[in-house]
């Protein structure tokens, strides 16, 4: 009798596992295709793969990634790639994909080497006179240490001055991480709706300041104190070098009546971008959405146009801080 309850078990056994073995051998298959989408790899991909992967990635991910013109470019990249024997070899057709794909926001990093090192990021620099505090933001990236560091070198002038007016100078600031920059300035800025990003789907992921952190976007930093302060008038100067998050930045202020933009157009950067890293540390950066200010501009790449523009910003804005 326990022979054949064992011989039983037995015939079960090996059938379950036959029943389950195609279902199993799908689930392997399907994580070992769609891995990749999430930055997981279990097998080295061929440069054939590397491509297809690094194309299909584009086309989830990148804003202007659809309509028959897309699909042309898509073929296209696919058809050269299949020839490919490097992942290097790969790159130039990835590169033209992003370009139509992502438009000009987008743009391949490829993995640097060893021994070229980390460059250390700038950080503000902050001066006080006549009643006018000066906060001048650098473009900046940088660790978490590097972003509390940014965020309260700005915060802590603006508590601790004694000033009426600001100045926050933009005009060097080609982008990098908007969340030390806004938190930074958070002071100046009530806590709630900041903007929108606008995916292509015409869904929105709205972005909000919080107890003066920026949730939604960039890095979130510590604010231990925080506090809103009362000024007379707030400048916003920027250039055509301003773009990207120090776009962002500018219109981070639209809205608040006692602020103004001064300077000229800034550089039209004005979307948002996906980094998306493959296998072998080349990283995609895709411009994914549009922008959408608090007030319902939608800008698309568009540049902030300012509401004087000048020349001479920095001397425009003592003017019209001299103004009754």
Known sequence: M???????????????????????????FIIYKCSPYFDKYFIKPSAKNYGVIAINLIEIHALYASGDEWKRVKKQALNNIKYCKTYEETLPYIKDALKFAGGKHSFIMEKMSESSGKSSPSFPEISCANNILHINLPAFSGGVDDCQKYKDIIEKALLNETYKNVIIDLRENSGGDMGPMISGLSPLIEDGYLMSFVMKDSSEHKVYLKDGVVIGAGSEVKVVLRKNINVEKIAILISNQTASSGEITALAFDGINNSKIIGKKSAGFTTSNNSIKLYDGVTMIITSSKLKTRNGKILDNDPIIPHLESDSSYNDAIGWFNEN
Do not use: E, H, S
Not at 4 to 11: H, M, P, Q, R, W
């Open 2 to 28: 326990k022979n054949k309850i064992k011989a039983l078990f037995k015939l079960n056994f090996v059938r379950g596992i036959g029943i389950l073995t195609p279902f199993l051998m799908t689930g392997l």
